[in-house]
C-alpha cells in the first residue's frame, strides 16, 4: 500500500503529532527563554512580596488589636513564606553554578533546561498564591476573639460582675487598639470607677500591655504639681523645678507605650498643660503648648494612652476631641449583682435563713458597692431584730442634699456610721475625714490628734497606749468598709465620698470647730489636717 502525499500532510496534522511537536518545542524553549523565565519570575515574586507585607502587616495589626486573624489568612502567609524561601534558594543555586559554567566557558544545556523549566513552574505558583491572596484585599482578615468567661485574673477584693464583664474587655481592647488615645469611664460616686481601673492597672502591667503605667488621682482642685510629680515618680522621671510639663511630655514621647491613668477627673483637662501628649505628631502648635521654655523632642507618642475616670459624662464630652477618644458609662449593680455583694460581705450564705427584710436594706443601698459593703459590714452577724430596725431606720432617715451624692448613699452611710461602735470608732472616722481629700493618712498622725483633740473616751495617756487604740479603731472601720487600706501598714485612706459623709456628720454635730473644714463643694480638699501625702 503506497501512502500518499496527503497522507503524509494528514499525518502531520494529526492532534497526535501537533502535541507531540509542541511539548518538544516548549522544551526547547526552556533552554532558549531560561534568562526571560528567570527575569519573570523575579518580578513575580517581587510583586508576591509586595501583597504578602501588605497582609502580614494587617494580621499583625488584628493581633495586637486582640483579634483572630482568619485560618487561610494564616495558611496563605505560611504558603507564601515557603515560596519565598524556595525561590531565594534558588536564585542563590543559579548564580552559583552561573559562576562555575563561567570557569569552563561551557553553555551547559542541560543546566539552562532546568533552569528554564523550574522557573516557569514557580512562575506559575508563584501567579496562584497572588491570585489567591487579592481576595484578601477586599475581605476581612480577622474576626472578634469570642470573649473569655475566665480571663482576667482580679484582686482578691474584685467583683467582676456581669453587667460590667463586657466593659472591662471593651477598656482592654480599646488599650490594645492604635486608633484609640483617650478612653473616659464615667459614672456617680461609689459606682466602682476607681476600683475598676485600678484593675485595667495592674493588668497592663502585669500583661506588658505597656512599658509603663502611672496613675494619679486628680480630684476636684487640681493640683497640676502634684499630678505630674506623681506621675514622673511613676515612670521613673526626674522632674526639675522648671519645665516640668515639657520633661513629662517628652518621656511620654519617647516611643514607649506607656499608659497614663487620671482618676476622679472634675473638670476638662488641659493635657498638653500637664505634659501629657494628646496627638500624634510632633507638632507643637497643635498641642496648644505653653512657651515652658525647654525644647521638645520629636518624638513619637503615637505609644501613650490616657485613661480617665470621672463623674460627670460632660467631662469625657468634652475631652473628645474626636473618636480617638472613646466613653464607656458605669451604671449602679443589679439587683441580682447588688444582692450577690451584699449576701458575700454580710456572710449570709445560701443554706442560711435569710431574714425578709434583708433584701429591701440591699435596695436602699441604690445599687451602689460603696453603700452596699459598709451596710452589709454592719449587719454581718446580727439577729433579724437588728434587720428589722436597720430597715425602718433606713426609710425614716431624712434625706440630705449634697452636691453630688446620691441621697440612698448618704443615707446609708450615715446609718452604717451611726451603727459604729465603739463610739472612739465614731470619733476617729470623724477624725480622718479631716485630712485631705485621697490623703494617706499617718497613724501616728491620728494618734497626735487624738491626744491633742482629747477625742478618745478613754483617759490614756500614754502615747503608746494611744496608739493602740487607735490601731483598733481603724480596724474596725476597716472591717466596717469605712476606711480603705493605704500603701503600707502605718497609713489609711478614705473613700472621697465617704470623706464627704463625714464632713457632713461633723458639721451637724458641730464635734470639730468648723473652720476646721471648708464648705463642701468649694475645696474641700484643702489642708486641714496632716502633712502626709501620698
Ligand atoms: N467591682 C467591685 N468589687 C468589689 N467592690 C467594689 C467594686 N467596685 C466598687 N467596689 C466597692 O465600692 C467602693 C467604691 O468604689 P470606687 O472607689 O471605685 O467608686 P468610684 O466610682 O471611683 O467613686 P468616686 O466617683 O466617688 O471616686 C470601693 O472602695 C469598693 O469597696
Ligand atoms: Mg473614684
Known amino acids: 500500500m503506497s501512502i500518499g502525499v496527503g497522507d503524509i500532510f494528514k499525518i502531520l496534522c494529526s492532534d497526535g503529532v501537533i ?3 509542541k511539548a518538544g518545542w516548549s522544551h526547547v524553549g526552556y533552554v532558549i527563554h531560561y534568562k526571560k523565565n528567570i527575569q519573570k519570575l523575579e518580578d513575580e515574586i517581587v510583586r508576591l512580596d509586595d501583597e504578602w507585607r501588605r497582609i502580614d502587616g494587617s494580621a499583625q495589626r488584628a493581633r495586637d488589636n486582640a483579634e483572630v ?38 553553555p551547559n544545556i ?7 523549566k523550574e522557573s516557569k513552574e514557580k512562575i506559575a505558583g508563584v501567579i496562584t498564591l497572588k491570585e489567591e491572596g487579592a481576595k484578601f484585599m477586599t475581605c476581612p482578615l480577622s474576626h472578634r476573639a469570642p470573649l473569655p468567661d475566665v480571663g482576667f485574673t482580679f484582686s482578691a477584693n474584685y467583683e467582676a460582675f456581669d453587667s460590667r464583664k463586657h466593659i472591662f474587655e471593651e477598656i482592654i481592647r480599646s488599650l490594645k487598639d492604635p486608633s484609640i488615645k483617650m478612653i473616659g469611664i464615667y459614672g456617680p460616686s461609689g459606682v466602682g470607677k476607681t476600683t475598676m481601673v485600678e484593675e485595667v492597672r495592674q493588668l497592663a502591667k502585669r500583661n506588658g500591655l505597656f512599658h509603663s503605667v502611672a496613675m494619679t488621682t486628680v480630684s476636684k482642685a487640681v493640683e497640676k504639681e502634684k499630678v505630674q510629680g506623681e506621675l514622673a515618680s511613676q515612670l521613673g522621671l526626674k522632674l526639675d523645678e522648671y519645665g516640668r510639663a515639657g520633661q513629662l511630655l517628652n518621656r511620654l514621647r519617647n516611643g514607649q507605650k506607656t499608659l497614663v491613668i487620671l482618676d476622679d477627673v472634675w473638670e476638662p483637662l488641659d493635657l498638653a498643660d500637664i505634659g501629657i501628649p494628646t496627638t500624634d505628631g510632633g507638632n507643637n502648635e497643635q498641642l496648644n503648648l505653653p512657651d515652658i521654655g525647654i525644647p521638645f523632642t520629636t518624638g513619637s507618642d503615637m505609644g501613650c494612652k490616657v485613661v480617665i475616670t470621672t463623674r460627670k459624662q460632660r467631662v469625657c464630652q468634652m475631652m473628645q476631641k474626636s473618636s480617638e477618644l472613646k466613653n464607656f458609662p458605669i451604671h449602679v449593680l443589679t439587683k441580682t449583682e447588688a444582692w450577690s455583694l451584699f449576701t458575700k460581705v454580710a456572710e449570709i450564705s445560701v443554706d442560711s435563713e435569710i431574714p425578709s427584710e434583708a433584701k429591701e436594706v440591699c435596695d436602699k443601698c441604690g445599687g451602689l458597692p460603696v453603700a452596699i459593703r459598709a451596710v452589709a459590714a454592719a449587719l454581718k452577724g446580727k439577729a433579724e431584730h437588728a434587720w428589722k430596725d436597720a430597715l425602718r431606720q433606713l426609710k425614716n432617715y431624712k434625706i440630705k442634699e449634697i452636691a453630688d451624692i446620691d441621697p440612698n448613699l448618704f443615707i446609708s452611710l450615715k446609718w452604717s456610721y451611726d451603727r459604729l461602735e465603739p463610739k472612739d470608732a465614731r470619733s476617729c472616722f470623724l477624725l480622718c475625714s479631716l485630712f485631705k481629700e485621697d490623703a494617706e493618712i499617718s497613724i501616728d498622725e491620728l494618734v497626735r490628734y487624738s491626744i491633742g483633740m482629747r477625742l478618745l473616751d478613754q ?11 487607735v490601731l483598733a479603731m481603724v480596724d474596725v472601720l476597716k472591717i ?5 487600706d493605704g500603701r503600707n501598714e502605718s497609713v489609711v485612706k478614705m473613700h472621697d465620698i465617704i470623706r464627704d459623709v463625714a464632713i457632713s456628720i461633723t458639721e451637724d ?5 468648723t473652720h476646721m473644714h471648708e464648705k463642701r463643694g468649694k475645696a474641700t480638699n484643702q489642708v486641714k489636717l496632716g502633712s502626709h501625702q501620698p
Do not use: Q
Not at 459 to 469: G, H, K, P, Q, S
Open 480 to 484: 466596717s468598709c469605712l476606711l480603705l
Open 110 to 116: 542541560h543546566w539552562r533546561y532546568w533552569l528554564g
Open 19 to 21: 502535541k507531540t511537536c
Open 459 to 469: 483617759n490614756l495617756n500614754i502615747f503608746d497606749e494611744v496608739r493602740d487604740r
Open 509 to 513: 454635730k458641730h464635734v470639730v470647730p
Open 69 to 106: 486573624v482568619e485560618n487561610d489568612v494564616w495558611m496563605w502567609l505560611m504558603s507564601v513564606y515557603g515560596m519565598k524561601a524556595e525561590v531565594e534558594v534558588f536564585l542563590l543555586d543559579m548564580v552559583r553554578e552561573n559562576k562555575s559554567c563561567f570557569k569552563c566557558s561551557c
